[in-house]
């Protein structure tokens, strides 16, 4: 059964970087299309970011484009998501999570989840 482990989170400035790290467990990641979701309080989770199981097709939240990087490494079974120029607004728990077909925003279609990972974006 395939298990996901959330890090890289923290305090940061605005206009600073983090990168996450989903690493997974218990299966072979390439088999899966990985999801970064976020959820702020009192806000629903919300797609951010997606990855193809080979890698070669990516999908972002509008508001992250040209920001954030979604990678993954198969070898080392671990996505990683670059998080550049961050805002204030960004400030939520980042959460992976796996389903087996294409891409997809809706955080209902999958079905595997790690445990979150916090990112505090404030001055």
């Known amino acids: 059964q395939l298990q996901l482990v959330e890090s890289g989170g923290g305090l940061v400035q605005p206009g600073g970087s983090l990168r996450l790290s989903c690493a997974a467990s218990?299966?072979?990641?390439?088999?899966?299309?990985i999801g970064w979701f976020r959820q702020a309080p009192g806000k629903e989770r919300e797609g951010v970011s997606c990855?193809?199981?080979?890698?070669?097709?990516?999908d972002y939240l509008y508001s992250v484009k040209g920001r954030f990087t979604i990678s993954r490494d198969n070898a080392k079974n671990t996505v990683y998501l670059q998080m550049n120029s961050l805002k204030p607004e960004d400030t939520a728990v980042y959460y992976c999570?796996?389903?087996?077909?294409?891409?997809?925003?809706?955080?209902?279609?999958?079905?595997?989840w790690g445990q979150g990972t916090q990112v505090t974006v404030s001055s």
């Open positions: 999570a796996a389903r087996g077909w294409f891409c997809s925003d809706s955080a209902r279609r999958y079905s595997i």
């Open positions: 218990g299966s072979n990641l390439d088999s899966y299309v």
């Open positions: 990855i193809s199981n080979s890698g070669g097709n990516t």
